[in-house]
């Protein structure tokens, strides 16, 4: 049988601009996502995203560069 070879632990945090019409998926907040933060794995590979409005992303930024983990800004892309 094949062992998978799929690590899905995120390592990264990549911030993409939100080019799609999306609310924010933090809790109670009703404004528009206007950024995406996307996790990847050691090897690129998608594991998650979720569409925040710009100050709750920068909440998630500091958050998961506290967990150590890398972020990857694109939003000039
Ligand atoms: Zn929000």
């Known amino acids: 049988m094949l ?3 799929f690590d899905s632990s995120p ?10 019409v999306s609310r924010c998926k933090a809790r109670r907040c009703l404004k528009r ?6 996790k990847t794995d050691v090897a690129g590979r998608h594991v998650r995203q979720i569409e ?3 100050q709750h992303c920068q ?4 958050r998961e560069r506290s967990r150590g983990l890398e ?5 000039n892309e």
Do not use: F
């Not at 909440?59 to 500091?62: A, L, M, S, T």
């Open 11 to 20: 390592t990264t945090v990549r911030i993409h601009r939100c080019k799609y």
């Open 3 to 5: 062992q998978p070879d």
């Open 33 to 38: 996502a206007s950024l995406i933060a996307e």
């Open 59 to 62: 909440i998630v930024i500091e």
């Open 71 to 75: 972020i990857s800004d694109r939003r």
């Open 52 to 54: 925040l409005y710009s």
